[in-house]
């Protein structure tokens, strides 16, 4: 059984940085995604990274104010934020993927394991 847990998550004004980081064990064999879900809104997809680091992907909404990155030597994988706006307000999921392909990154169902979720709030 794989367990995902993250952390970072916290209030921020608008503007601001934030680092999530996200321990699974078992890591270097899975691909990571971050998913994120605000008050009222389904879940939805934020950026993910295959299981070598080779390839990541964004929703356009967060491309070039977020990167995700990991340290497979430390099982970790890490959701930097910049440039912090209002409507990134939610609750953030680190998942684990066994397999991600450019057609199903996106996709929650997709993943097999799932932490319990960070609240990222930022105030404007």
């Known amino acids: 059984q794989v367990q995902v847990l993250e952390s970072g998550g916290g209030l921020v004004q608008a503007g601001d940085s934030l680092r999530l980081s996200c321990a699974a064990s078992?890591?270097?064999?899975?691909?990571m995604g971050w998913f994120r879900q605000a008050p009222g809104k389904e879940r939805e997809f934020v950026a993910a990274?295959?299981?070598?680091?080779?390839?990541?992907y964004y929703v356009d909404s967060v491309k070039g104010r977020f990167t995700i990155s990991r340290d497979n030597a430390k099982n970790t994988v890490y959701l930097q934020m910049n440039s912090l706006k209002p409507e990134d307000t939610a609750v953030y999921y680190c998942?684990?993927?066994?397999?991600?392909?450019?057609?199903?990154?996106?996709?929650?169902?997709?993943?097999?394991?799932w932490g319990q979720g960070t609240q990222v709030t930022v105030s404007s």
């Open positions: 990274v295959t299981w070598n680091g080779g390839s990541t």
């Open positions: 998942a684990a993927a066994r397999v991600l392909t450019t057609t199903n990154y996106q996709y929650a169902y997709q993943y097999d394991y």
């Open positions: 078992g890591f270097s064999t899975f691909s």
